[in-house]
């Protein structure tokens, strides 16, 4: 199985992409060929003596950076590792892509390169967040701020087989994000995929935010808005509050004894609801796979992605997808 990496994309790059790359090839139960494409003098000086028959060098010269719009980076940098990465995955080189680069490029050029699944209507970005019982997928966190009832039904499609495919969790329930329970909450656009919804056996209803958590739901829809705020309250939460612990443990000798005894329950937890410990995402709707990794993604993170990839072809994640659009909306 063959996979593009973007070397330079991410706050860590190239280091957390090649060290990442080289623990999944140790790691992976099948042989893997990665292909770091970026700056080859750069991704060289990482491997400096660590050079695997698994790995390959594209070269590329140009970089894609936070200040680029996503939109116009296909055109304006044409041999950025973004872009190269992407189009090797079009050409059939490799059978997927992974970059914890600018999110808004890597879906601009993968939905403008790769095209979209038949059927697809919006592709849409899933994000998986860990639970007591087998973890949730919150879809769309961030590709359709303007969406339509019709688009929240395939992104319940989509992120159903997502959390089928990759997680490995099969029937999983469908709830929408709401403001209340009633059908009638909310505005036009969930009244509206309310209906749509309920024409599907494994949707459970709405789901209000402090149930996002603890309801039978495992796979949470809505628009881009609503999802990508949520996403980053919680990102920005979690540093909050670990950040509130450290402080107070700093503060009386007492405390410190307790966290000393109160380690390894931390350090369960720490791993537990570590992003690092899953990777990336797919993004959903592509007709092609196309990681996305968060941007300050670790060696740890890549090579979780890599293997996220894996299983995204293993488990045949695009033609299920297309088999089951095809079969709701008669595509």
């Given at each position: 199985m063959r996979f593009a990496l973007d070397a330079?994309?991410?706050?860590?790059?190239?280091?957390a992409v090649v060290q990442g790359a080289l623990d999944a090839i140790e790691k992976a139960s099948n042989a893997l060929t990665l292909i770091l494409v970026g700056d080859e003098t750069a991704?060289?000086?990482?491997?400096?003596?660590?050079?695997?028959?698994?790995?390959e060098i594209v070269h590329t010269d140009e970089v894609v950076t936070m200040e680029d719009k996503g939109s116009k980076v296909?055109?304006?940098?044409?041999n950025s590792s973004l872009?190269?990465?992407?189009r090797l995955v079009k050409e059939g080189n490799t059978e997927g892509f992974i970059s914890a680069g600018h999110t808004g490029a890597i879906?601009?050029?993968s939905l403008l390169t790769l095209g979209r699944i038949p059927g697809v209507r919006r592709p849409a970005l899933a994000a998986y967040f860990p639970t007591e019982r087998r973890g949730k997928v919150l879809c769309d966190v961030g590709a359709n701020p303007n969406a339509k009832p019709e688009h929240l039904v395939q992104f319940?499609?989509?992120?159903?087989h997502y959390y089928d495919h990759v997680e490995g969790f099969a029937g999983p329930k469908i709830g929408l994000i709401n403001i209340g329970g009633e059908p009638s909450k909310g505005s036009e656009l969930y009244v509206e995929a309310y209906k749509l919804l309920s024409e599907m056996p494994n949707f459970v209803g709405n789901i209000e935010g402090r149930h996002l958590l603890t309801s039978e739901a495992d796979v949470l829809i809505c628009d881009g808005f609503v999802g990508n705020t949520l996403l980053k309250f919680a990102e920005s939460w979690i540093t909050f509050f670990t950040d509130e612990i450290k402080n107070m443990i700093n503060e009386k000798l007492s405390y410190k004894i307790g966290a000393g005894l109160m380690r390894p329950i931390f350090n369960q937890l720490k791993a537990k609801y570590d992003y690092e410990e899953h990777g990336g995402t797919p993004l959903l709707g592509v007709n092609g796979i196309s990681i996305v990794c968060h941007g300050s993604s670790g060696p740890k993170s890549i090579m979780n992605s890599i293997l996220v990839a894996q299983k995204c072809i293993d488990n045949n994640l695009i033609a299920d997808t297309q088999k089951s659009l095809a079969i709701h909306f008669g595509h």
């Amino acid at each position: 199985m063959r996979f593009a990496l973007d070397a330079m994309g991410g706050d860590f790059a190239p280091h957390a992409v090649v060290q990442g790359a080289l623990d999944a090839i140790e790691k992976a139960s099948n042989a893997l060929t990665l292909i770091l494409v970026g700056d080859e003098t750069a991704i060289r000086h990482e491997l400096a003596g660590r050079e695997s028959e698994a790995l390959e060098i594209v070269h590329t010269d140009e970089v894609v950076t936070m200040e680029d719009k996503g939109s116009k980076v296909l055109k304006t940098k044409p041999n950025s590792s973004l872009v190269r990465g992407i189009r090797l995955v079009k050409e059939g080189n490799t059978e997927g892509f992974i970059s914890a680069g600018h999110t808004g490029a890597i879906m601009s050029t993968s939905l403008l390169t790769l095209g979209r699944i038949p059927g697809v209507r919006r592709p849409a970005l899933a994000a998986y967040f860990p639970t007591e019982r087998r973890g949730k997928v919150l879809c769309d966190v961030g590709a359709n701020p303007n969406a339509k009832p019709e688009h929240l039904v395939q992104f319940a499609l989509m992120a159903s087989h997502y959390y089928d495919h990759v997680e490995g969790f099969a029937g999983p329930k469908i709830g929408l994000i709401n403001i209340g329970g009633e059908p009638s909450k909310g505005s036009e656009l969930y009244v509206e995929a309310y209906k749509l919804l309920s024409e599907m056996p494994n949707f459970v209803g709405n789901i209000e935010g402090r149930h996002l958590l603890t309801s039978e739901a495992d796979v949470l829809i809505c628009d881009g808005f609503v999802g990508n705020t949520l996403l980053k309250f919680a990102e920005s939460w979690i540093t909050f509050f670990t950040d509130e612990i450290k402080n107070m443990i700093n503060e009386k000798l007492s405390y410190k004894i307790g966290a000393g005894l109160m380690r390894p329950i931390f350090n369960q937890l720490k791993a537990k609801y570590d992003y690092e410990e899953h990777g990336g995402t797919p993004l959903l709707g592509v007709n092609g796979i196309s990681i996305v990794c968060h941007g300050s993604s670790g060696p740890k993170s890549i090579m979780n992605s890599i293997l996220v990839a894996q299983k995204c072809i293993d488990n045949n994640l695009i033609a299920d997808t297309q088999k089951s659009l095809a079969i709701h909306f008669g595509h």
